[in-house]
């Protein structure tokens, strides 16, 4: 009988130990074989037009191009291409957004190796892989919301511990425009002040901090 063609794999991370040990995880299956690796986004595309891997390991944060932005250009050129996303981010936003932009499954960084494997033969079947968990939080979602890029920066900021004053200095506004604009972020978010606001937003995964 045949043996089955190894399921061929490209990962994208741009931390070393991340790739060494998906790496130790991967080389130990028959079924599975490494042919590329890559530590920013725009390097993980290129290779891709060359390797056509058959499924690809994608960190979401990743310097230059994102692997959002990464995953999303795959895609678009190849729409059969199997990305799953891994990832440190567990927002309700950023997983939306992975699967929005093409990804057919999402896992944190924090599972056991044999989820990993599994999400690979799932997500190489044709598939989409996300731990149940997640699955029931994202049929939970009511409306999601939509922040403007103008909410975004004013997000960061509040993160970075911005009074009204600074804010209105960098944007160029008035106090009395960033207030407007706190209060329309806190209706979008539910929330009723600054601190709530930099917490509901690291939850969704509209804002992250180092």
């Given at each position: 009988?045949?043996?089955?063609?190894?399921?061929?794999?490209?990962?994208?991370?741009?931390?070393?130990?991340?790739?060494?040990?998906?790496?130790?995880?991967?080389?130990?299956?028959?079924?599975?074989?490494?042919?590329?690796?890559?530590?920013?986004?725009?390097?993980?595309?290129?290779?891709?037009?060359?390797?056509?891997?058959?499924?690809?390991?994608?960190?979401?944060?990743?310097?230059?191009?994102?692997?959002?932005?990464?995953?999303?250009?795959?895609?678009?050129?190849?729409?059969?291409?199997?990305?799953?996303i891994i990832s440190n981010y567990d927002g309700d936003e950023d997983i939306s957004q992975a699967?929005?932009?093409?990804?057919a499954g999402y896992l944190f960084k924090s599972i056991m190796e044999d989820e990993l494997l599994?999400?690979?033969?799932?997500?190489?079947?044709?598939?989409?892989?996300?731990?149940?968990?997640?699955?029931?939080?994202?049929?939970?979602?009511?409306?999601?919301?939509?922040?403007?890029?103008?909410e975004n920066d004013i997000l960061s900021m509040l993160g970075k511990g911005f009074t009204n004053?600074?804010?209105?200095?960098?944007?160029?506004?008035?106090?009395?425009?960033?207030?407007?604009?706190?209060?329309?972020?806190?209706?979008?978010?539910?929330?009723?002040?600054?601190?709530?606001?930099?917490?509901?937003?690291?939850?969704?995964?509209?804002?992250?901090?180092?």
């Open positions: 009988m045949t043996q089955p063609a190894a399921i061929t794999l490209m990962i994208v991370d741009d931390h070393p130990l991340m790739r060494i040990g998906m790496k130790a995880v991967i080389q130990g299956q028959e079924d599975m074989t490494i042919v590329g690796e890559a530590k920013d986004g725009h390097t993980a595309v290129q290779m891709y037009r060359t390797l056509h891997p058959d499924v690809v390991l994608m960190d979401l944060r990743l310097p230059g191009k994102t692997g959002l932005q990464a995953t999303a250009a795959i895609v678009s050129e190849f729409p059969q291409a199997r990305l799953l699967m929005a932009a093409g990804a599994d999400a690979i033969r799932e997500v190489h079947a044709g598939r989409r892989y996300l731990p149940r968990n997640v699955s029931v939080r994202l049929r939970e979602r009511t409306e999601p919301v939509r922040l403007t890029q103008r004053k600074e804010l209105a200095h960098v944007l160029g506004v008035s106090t009395d425009t960033v207030k407007t604009h706190l209060k329309n972020l806190f209706r979008k978010l539910n929330v009723s002040d600054r601190a709530e606001a930099v917490r509901e937003a690291i939850h969704r995964g509209f804002l992250h901090l180092d």
